[in-house]
Nanobody, 128 residues
């Protein structure tokens, strides 16, 4: 059984930082792409960042590029998302997701339809 558990969300002031964690059980992070998504009220689920271990590639949302860092701690089977210079528009529920199979060619790693397993999310609120 594959499970993903997010943590690290909370309330932060504009310009502040948070580090989100996603602990994965039931599969190894050595073979399958893992990603962070977010969904704000009334909006579509949006890809934030992804990591594909097979080739070490990372992807970031264009609107947040340069402000994010995705990383993995293999020993703990955990992926992290460091977010800096947060804005009020970054307020959303942040989800961790991974794939059942190796990512297919011509597939965007920030497309939520690509992913099979999802966590329950962690709330990030950016407010003064």
């Amino acid at each position: 059984q594959v499970q993903l558990v997010e943590s690290g969300g909370g309330l932060v002031q504009p310009g502040g930082s948070l580090r989100l964690s996603c602990v994965v059980s039931g599969l190894t992070l050595d073979s399958y792409t893992i990603a962070w998504f977010r969904q704000a009220p009334g909006k579509q689920r949006e890809g934030v960042s992804s990591f594909t271990p097979v080739d070490g590639t990372k992807a970031y949302a264009k609107s947040m590029k340069g402000l994010l860092t995705i990383s993995r701690e293999s020993a703990k089977n955990t992926v992290y998302l460091q977010m800096n210079s947060l804005r009020t528009e970054d307020t959303a529920i942040y989800y961790c997701a991974t794939m059942r199979k190796k990512i297919a060619v011509n597939t965007s790693p920030l497309n939520p339809l690509t992913y099979d397993y999802w966590g329950q999310g962690t709330q990030v609120t950016v407010s003064s």
